[in-house]
């Protein structure tokens, strides 16, 4: 039997394309389960194929699966429910199998409304899943109604034959990455949170389970050996017990893994010493939801935090060298040029490096679904349009769609104009063992204004000017190649050649082997007409194809 995994489209394009375009992790380990049960299982990131939609077609002729299985979260179920009318036209006796957080909360809808869709799991699917798969295997359609958290047609009928077994020892599940490689790993599921927006309080009943430190890192290292260096730690709230988060540190600096990595977290479990033990084990990035800067809107969203939390969370991270990042949602109940501003008061006051803004939006699921059908009498056949989410500001007749973009269009404007004022008031940890650490966290940070993401928004001013400090401000902690290159760059661009070659030269001394740094040295030598000195750095590295031309030209210049 060929099993199909598949993680399809979303209707709509993405700003943060990076929101939508990995499989959730819990794909990964159903496709682990299949295969420890010696079923070919294959993944499929799908996420995109909608830019090429002939590939589908020759994918499935190809690959001839016996069962599709689709990771639907809500955003992309057209996509989903697209590629099922695909398959099951190529091949009317295949199952089509829906599952994720999408078709937990939707079961009924889409087994009374898409007859492509045979069967949902529901819940945690990994063994729902393995069990379903063996009854189709077994062709016994009796089997399949004794397995617990599955939704199919009975007749006329629709039924679910129970809630999924809770795995309570998350390490009883068999190690994706064995079978896979990815980098959005999770050490727990669960959130204890209680957020209206978010499903999480009705999907895992506020409860959370934990990998053992030791299973998590052995996953790690595994991918580390398969050559991923950088992973998303994907737990909502990774610092919620402390103990378990030192452990995985500790285990990670003690086998030698070198790995940077980015985390999400809530401020109310911030500690200084967690935060010593997450740096010097390669985490550079922490998000945070702090929603809103008004109390009264963080209350309606039951976002129990304060502001005097929130800040010292951002200050903490910050001064560890981690990348402190906000997520805002605007457009909320009652939401107003005050609140606006109570929002942008915030963001003065924490000082974040990092901000993405939402508009609130309503999903299955939620607290606010729940209200929002109670109060409109409606039901889930608002589903039945090809919309992948309701905005909160069209059910609200104190809202409208231009007030709304005028919001988000004001708090980016304030975020992007403060930002070079939030880098200068950065104030790091005098501690020992950290001055890499420090170095290395300016230099990506400077990074970000003059390669990366940064570089190309044209509300943040002075972004060169803002580099070139950072760049200065980390070779103060350390010798770092990024910032040698990224300052060498910076007055290359500023045509002062004669700074740029001291610079350079400085980093290749304490980097003799770094390609990017010769030839960047041999440039500026270059325009200074030092055609021998330039000619000396390139043919370090003769064999490489950015060199191969640098060469040619200076030994004709010579």
Same mark, same amino acid.
């Given at each position: ?14 700003? *943060?394309? #990076? ?13 682990? /389960? ?39 979260? *809500? ?29 937990? =909360? ?7 409304? =898409? ?29 399949? #109604? ?119 977290? @809530? /401020? ?39 502001? $005097? ?45 990092? %901000? ?36 909160? =500001?069209?059910? $609200?007749?104190?809202? @409208?769609?231009?007030?709304?973009? $005028? ?50 928004? #044209? ?88 060199? %191969? ?10």
């Amino acid at each position: 039997m060929k099993i199909l995994l598949i993680y399809p489209y979303c209707l709509e394009e993405r700003i *943060h394309e #990076e929101d939508v375009q990995v499989p959730p992790i819990g794909l990964y380990y159903v496709g682990a /389960v299949l295969r420890e049960h010696q079923y070919d299982c294959e993944i499929l990131n799908w996420h995109d194929i909608n830019r090429t939609p002939g590939l589908i077609r020759e994918t499935l002729a190809a690959k001839a699966p016996d069962v599709i299985g689709f990771s639907v979260l *809500h955003a992309n179920r057209w996509g989903a429910i697209e590629i099922a009318r695909i398959a099951r036209e190529m091949n009317p006796g295949i199952r089509i199998i829906f599952g994720g957080v999408g078709a937990t =909360f939707l079961w009924e809808h889409f087994l009374r409304h =898409f007859k492509e869709v045979d069967f949902c799991v529901v819940g945690e699917g990994e063994y729902s899943f393995l069990k379903l798969i063996e009854a189709i295997d077994g062709k016994d359609s009796g089997a399949i #109604e004794k397995v617990p958290g599955v939704a199919l047609r009975k007749g006329r009928a629709i039924i679910k034959t129970g809630e999924p077994v809770r795995i309570t020892n998350l390490d009883r599940l068999p190690d994706p990455a064995i079978h896979f490689t990815f980098q959005h790993v999770s050490s727990t599921r669960g959130c204890p949170g209680n957020c209206t927006f978010c499903g999480s309080p009705r999907l895992w009943r506020r409860k959370v389970q934990f990998h053992s430190p030791a299973y998590f890192v052995d996953q790690l290292e595994r991918l580390y050996r398969k050559g991923v260096r950088f992973f998303y730690f994907s737990d909502d709230t990774f610092m919620l017990k402390k103990d378990h988060v030192m452990t995985i540190c500790r285990e990670i600096l003690h086998r030698g893994l070198h790995i940077s990595w980015a985390a999400i977290s @809530h /401020v109310n479990y911030v500690d200084e010493e967690v935060l010593s033990w997450m740096r010097r084990a390669g985490c550079t990035q922490i998000s945070y939801g702090v929603e809103s800067g008004s109390p009264r809107i963080r209350r309606l969203l039951n976002k129990i935090t304060r502001a $005097d939390q929130i800040q010292r969370a951002f200050s903490l991270t910050t001064r560890y060298g981690i990348l402190s990042r906000a997520y805002f949602i605007y457009g909320c109940p009652g939401e107003n040029w005050d609140t606006i501003q109570e929002t942008i008061d915030l963001i003065q006051a924490i000082k974040p490096l990092g %901000v993405i803004f939402y508009i609130l939006d309503i999903f299955p699921g939620t607290a606010l679904y729940a209200d929002y059908i109670k109060r409109s009498g409606g039901s889930d056949d608002v589903w039945l349009r090809r919309v992948e989410d309701i905005l909160y =500001f069209e059910i $609200d007749p104190k809202l @409208h769609k231009e007030l709304i973009l $005028d919001f988000g269009r004001r708090l980016r404007t304030e975020f992007y104009r403060s930002l070079p004022s939030f880098v200068d008031a950065i104030d790091l940890v005098n501690s020992e063992g950290f001055a890499e650490l420090h170095a290395d966290f300016l230099s990506r940070l400077g990074m970000t204004f003059s390669h990366g993401d940064y570089a190309g928004i #044209e509300a943040i001013p002075n972004k060169l000017e803002t580099a070139a400090r950072l760049y200065e401000r980390s070779l103060k902690y350390a010798p770092n190649d990024r910032a040698y290159l990224g300052l060498g760059i910076i007055r290359q661009k500023e045509r002062r050649f004669d700074d740029s070659v001291r610079i350079l030269s400085d980093g290749v001394r304490h980097f003799p082997d770094n390609e990017p740094l010769h030839i960047c040295l041999g440039l500026s030598h270059m325009n200074l007409g030092q055609y021998g000195e330039a000619l000396s750095c390139f043919e370090k590295f003769s064999d490489s194809k950015q060199a %191969v031309p640098y060469i040619a030209e200076c030994r004709r210049r010579l």
